[in-house]
């Protein structure tokens, strides 16, 4: 069965300074990989998504993430915070199934002080 | 452009009442899910359909049903409200078919739903 961890229900990080949201998951076969963004009152919105193509992917608003297969991880990073970074992030795994079903990571969310 | 509509941002239902959450999503899309978001537990899968009039059950389907009549709407209900279902329902819908997973789920704002 698919599951997913995100190490730090919160994380606090200074204006400027690097952000590392940790994510590993567990899966039998190659799994693809998406970080969603959850910004108060709202919906979810993806990130990025990894799909087998590159191991470092790419996103929105300057994050990026790095698949490694052998660490099981799929980490989010940003160089430096922005106050409008703040907000709920969730790592997602899904696989090729019968069904298309989606497992959620339980979430990190991210404070950024001034 | 909102693709994912849910009908409410907040309800507030009493004890024993049927409720109905709606979604709506405009994308063409053959999969649609409902969650329910909790603090720490993340997003908790209630139920899903994959086409017209088709259902599975998630994670976490006591106390819940669904329908889905039309490719476009995917309806939650709450047969006997009951406090412990006070939470945030999220509504997402998915382009892709069995055995295509790559693509991005698109998810509605949200519903607050308190149960007093």
């Known amino acids: 069965a698919q599951s997913v961890t995100q190490l730090g229900s919160h994380v606090s990080v200074s204006e400027g300074a690097l952000v590392l949201l940790r994510c590993n998951y567990s899966?039998?076969?190659?799994?693809?990989l998406f970080w969603y963004v959850q910004y108060p009152n709202q919906g979810l919105q993806l990130l990025l998504k990894y799909t087998s193509a590159a191991t470092l992917v790419k996103g929105i608003n300057g994050f990026e993430a790095e698949f490694k297969k052998s660490e099981t991880s799929f980490h989010l990073t940003k160089p430096s915070a922005h106050m409008s970074d703040a907000a709920e992030y969730f790592c997602a795994v899904s696989q090729k199934t019968s069904y298309d079903k989606v497992i959620f990571g339980p979430g990190t969310s991210l404070s950024v002080i001034p | 452009d909102v693709k994912v509509t849910q009908s409410s941002r907040y309800l507030v239902k009493r004890t024993g009442e049927k409720v109905f959450l709606e979604c709506v999503q405009d994308m063409d899309h053959e999969n649609m899910f409902w969650y329910r978001q909790d603090p720490g537990l993340g997003l908790r899968l209630i139920y899903f359909?994959?086409?017209?009039?088709?259902?599975e059950k998630g994670d976490i389907p006591e106390g819940y049903s669904v329908s889905r009549e039309k490719k476009e709407r995917f309806s939650l209900i709450l047969e006997s409200a009951s406090t412990n279902q006070t939470s945030m329902y999220l509504c997402a819908s998915h382009e892709a078919g069995p055995g295509v997973s790559n693509t991005e789920a698109f998810f509605g704002q949200g519903t607050r739903l308190t149960v007093v």
């Open positions: 899966s039998s076969v190659p799994p693809y």
């Open positions: 359909s994959y086409d017209v009039k088709m259902k």
